[in-house]
Structures are given as C-alpha cells and as structure tokens.
C-alpha cells in the first residue's frame, strides 16, 4: 500500500493542479481503501481500478512459472469465460527488462509487429505493462490493454507503478501465509502418513480415499483447524490418458493447501482448506470450464468443536451433485447448511464494485 514517502514522490513529479494528477489522487485513495490481505477480492479490485482510472478495457496479472506465462486474473471477467491469452512476445520483454515499463502506443508501428504477425491480429490498439518483482525474481507480469492508439501521461505511469506495488507487497504476504500453511499441513500429513505408500490414485496420481481419511484425522486433530471448509464433487470420463491430463491440468488451478481427490471412478473432490467461499465460487467455475461443463454440486464443511467429519455434509454434496445432473445443461449448484446465511456470491463479474473515489490533497512540502 502506498507509504507517505511514495505519495511525496508522486507529489515531486507531477504537477500540481492538472486533471491527471487529479485522476492519479483519486485513483491512490480508491486503491488505499481496496482491502489488502484479508480482502478476497483485493486483486480483482487493483484490476478493475486500473480498468476505470486509465479508461482501458482489460487489465489481466499473469504468472510466470518454469518460463510459462498464464493469465490468472483479469478484469472485466464473465462467469464461464476462458482467461485471455497471454502475449509471449510482451511478456518475454519485460522479463528481459524487469526494472522498465512497457509502453505501447500503437499495436500496429513499432519493433513488436513481426512478433504479434504469427498469431492473431492484436485486438487492442495500446497496451502498458510491468513486472511485479520480490527481491530480483519476477513474480508475476501486468498489464492494461486498451481499446485505441493513444499516449500515456506520466500520471498513468506512475498509477500503473502504485497498482503493481501495492499487488506485489500483497502477494508476498499471501506467499509468506500460504508456504506456512504448507509447512504446517505437511508436517501433519507427515505425521500421519507415516511410511504409508497407498496414498494416491493409481491412473490419475491425485490423492485418493485413502489420502483424505488421512488427510481428514490429522485436520480434526489440529486445533487450528478451520469454521468451515467448502467442499464439492463433479463428474468427469476418464476414458484416456489425455482425459487424465485434463484433470491434472485442470488441478493445478487449485491453491496450495486445498485439495483434489479422486473418490470413485470418474468422481473428484475438490476440498478449500484454505480458500474462502467467495474465491472458491470462481475457482469452482473456471474448473468446471476446464473440464468441459461438467456436473458438480458443493457445498460447506463445518467440522464444529465435536470435530464431524466429511460425512456430515456429504447428504448435501450429493443432493447438489444430482441436481446439477439432472439440468439439461449442467451448472454449479450449491446446497447449504440449513440457517446459513453469507453474501451472495458473485454472478457475472469477479469483484464488487469498488467505493466512489474521493479527492487526495498531496501533502504539503517544506521548503529546504
């Protein structure tokens, strides 16, 4: 989140009194109250901030993993939308340049051309781009597309520099919460495992019924344990060895910490240990998506102080389950705990609407 000594440089460099530094004001308020690391929404938030202030028409944050580039998040975002793609040529760029800002005023002029010529004509007329950086590693990439050729004021830089370090200080955190996470769940998977070798499917390599009988005394043994987990099962063929790479492929979209089982043939659960309901609402989509639109019904897990197990909500995940079976087109159906009451979940978009702005006076400097 932007520090005094950040807003004072801002302040330095720009202009007192022109729209842009008035726009760039704004949008530093609207990002310091956008939630931080327990807000579930706070990525789409940054996203859909840079979308309204810079009047572009997609941002999207992209992870770099063994020199693959993948969109993760994006923003605006439709309820069973692919991700958009990733363009190699502007990603292989800033991990050449980590420290510089991409700036690309025309998509049709320019050294990038004879890159974006062997695939797709661009479908934007100017993009901006950066590095989201932890020390000298890259961590993610980010970018702003818009609609027309234009050129970019300093203001935007200097917007687009707050965005991205306010997600790569967030982000951090979260890497610091979920590696102990890992660490914690690993030492009791450890505990309990043992020299157990049995522990994973045999055709898929997922977990397997095994695993979570494990997996789930050593959870309702710890005293960290969670209120509430949720839980759901789809239905996928698995005729093939290239539908068992769909299915990994599809679960490595799942956090570290939570879980995929396979439970039967052609039967997977999916558990969120640690992903909120509302994140796991959209996580839950995106897999179905992946897996072809199949059936699959969730609901919630709440163990209680008595420590009830998974079979204590499993009446409800098969109610949800066959009846997303039974739609002429199969959809994500929940089934709640009878009395529980939450937000509503997010239909056609994935973040609420950010507070209006309000005006950002710069801080007054002394004279030397």
């Known amino acids: 989140m932007p520090d005094q ?69 994006w923003h605006p975002e439709r309820e069973d939308e692919e991700p958009p793609p990733a363009v190699p040529s502007f990603c292989r760029w800033l991990l050449d340049h980590p420290e510089r800002t991409l700036a690309i005023r025309d998509m049709t002029q320019g050294p990038h051309v004879e890159h974006l010529a062997a695939g797709p004509p661009p479908a934007y007329g100017a993009a901006l781009g950066c590095t989201l950086r932890q020390g000298e590693s890259v961590k993610a ?58 522990i994973r ?3 898929t390599d997922l977990p397997n019924l095994r695993y979570l009988e494990i997996w789930q005394k050593a959870m309702l043994g710890s005293s960290n344990r969670p209120k509430s987990l949720v839980v759901a099962e789809c239905l996928v063929k698995v ?32 558990i969120f240990q640690h992903t909120p309901r509302s994140i796991a609402h959209i996580l839950l989509l995106r897999l179905r998506t992946q897996l072809g639109s199949a ?21 409800r995940l098969d109610a949800a389950l066959a009846e997303s ?24 978009r994935s973040a609420p609407k950010p507070t209006v702005p309000q005006r950002w006076e710069p801080p007054q400097l002394r004279k030397a």
């Not at 610091?176 to 495992?193: H, W, Y």
């Not at 919630?300 to 499993?314: A, D, N, T, V």
């Not at 079976?325 to 939450?342: K, S």
Request: aromatic letters at 6%; hydrophobic letters at 45%.
């Open 239 to 270: 005729q093939n060895r290239k539908d068992v790479g769909r299915i990994l492929k599809a679960s490595e979209g799942v956090r570290a910490g939570d879980l995929v089982v396979r439970v039967a043939p052609g039967r997977f659960q999916i």
């Open 5 to 73: 000594r950040l807003l004072n440089r801002y302040a330095k460099r720009l202009t007192p009194g022109v729209a842009s530094l008035d726009r760039l004001a704004q949008a530093i308020h609207a990002l310091h109250h956008s939630g931080g690391a327990g807000d579930p929404f706070f990525l789409s938030k940054s996203l859909e901030l840079l979308v309204e202030h810079l009047g572009a028409s997609l941002a999207t944050l992209v992870s770099v993993t063994g020199g693959e580039a993948e969109t993760r998040w």
């Open 295 to 315: 059936p699959m019904g969730a609901t919630l897990w709440i163990p209680g102080e008595e420590g009830q197990g998974l079979e204590s909500c499993q009446p």
């Open 325 to 348: 079976r039974a739609m002429p087109q199969p959809a994500l159906v929940w089934q709640l705990p009878e009395g529980f009451q939450e937000a509503p979940l997010p239909e056609n």
């Open 141 to 198: 990439l980010l970018f702003v597309f818009f609609r027309s050729t234009r050129s970019f004021p300093r203001a935007e830089f200097a917007l687009l520099e707050a965005v991205a370090g306010f997600i790569g200080r967030v982000i951090e955190i979260e890497d610091l919460k979920q590696s102990l996470n890992r660490l914690e769940d690993a030492l009791a998977i450890t505990r309990a495992v043992m020299e157990d070798s049995s």
């Open 201 to 203: 499917d045999a055709e």
